[in-house]
């Protein structure tokens, strides 16, 4: 079945630093990815929806100039972390919609533990 | 914008016993309805899923029903066992949109 994929699973950075996170559709394409962000005991909260060769959609509260989206093709799109702090420590998770012959089922990569020191 | 509520926000139920879980959402305009499964530092396993056209769903212990009058749906997991403890959302969408989740329930099932 479709597979997204997600690296790193673990990152440490120094805070103040930047941190870029990949998101890849293994075996189909997709138009659009989404990215997730979420605290311990808490739920998925939506960041950002992602499109491809266009820019991305931030969700209320987000701030774009932080959290860089680059979907520069079907298979990829990033999330870059600039500046980090502490308080950006979370589990980023992204997914993909699937095409419609699969019931445009939504995959999920394995997310991205980041820690800020 | 779609608004999900979920309850309860945690559920202890013993070994064999039934578990249900109840969302509703704001957007009528949703028609798709997934429940995942979450443990510990990974990503959400979709464990069922039902659109607007159907009212019930299910697949061996676990099953979705879906009232889009009322804007809720539910799970119920019968037959429970201590490996179904984990973390459940539910979420709601339109194709092609994000999925709006909700806060999650905290299942423990006791031997």
């Keep these: 079945g479709a597979v997204v994929s997600q690296h790193p699973s673990r990152v440490i950075c120094k805070s103040g630093t930047s941190v870029k996170i990949e998101c890849r559709s293994l075996d189909f394409q997709a138009t659009t990815m989404f990215w997730y962000r979420q605290f311990p005991k808490q739920s998925l909260m939506l960041m950002a929806t992602s499109n491809e060769g266009s820019k991305a959609t931030y969700e209320q509260g987000v701030e774009k100039d932080k959290f860089l989206i680059n979907h520069a093709s079907l298979t990829l799109s990033t999330l870059t972390v600039t500046s980090a702090h502490p308080e950006d420590s979370s589990f980023y998770i992204c997914s993909a919609e699937g095409h419609p012959s699969s019931g445009n089922t939504i995959y999920f990569g394995e997310g991205s533990w980041l820690t800020v020191v | ?111």
């Design chain 2, 1 to 111: 914008g779609e608004n999900v509520e979920q309850h309860p926000s945690t559920l202890s139920v013993q070994e064999g016993d039934s578990a249900v879980i109840k969302c509703t959402y704001s957007d009528s305009a949703s028609n798709y309805f997934p429940w995942y499964k979450q443990e510990l530092g990974k990503r959400p396993q979709l464990i069922i899923d039902i659109r607007s056209n159907v009212g019930e769903k299910k697949d061996q212990r676990i099953a979705v029903t879906l009232n889009k009058t009322a804007k809720h749906f539910s799970l119920h997991i019968t037959e429970t066992q201590p490996e179904d403890s984990a973390v459940y959302f539910c979420a709601a969408s339109q194709s092609g949109y994000a999925l709006n989740f909700g806060k999650g329930t905290s299942l423990l099932v006791t031997p």
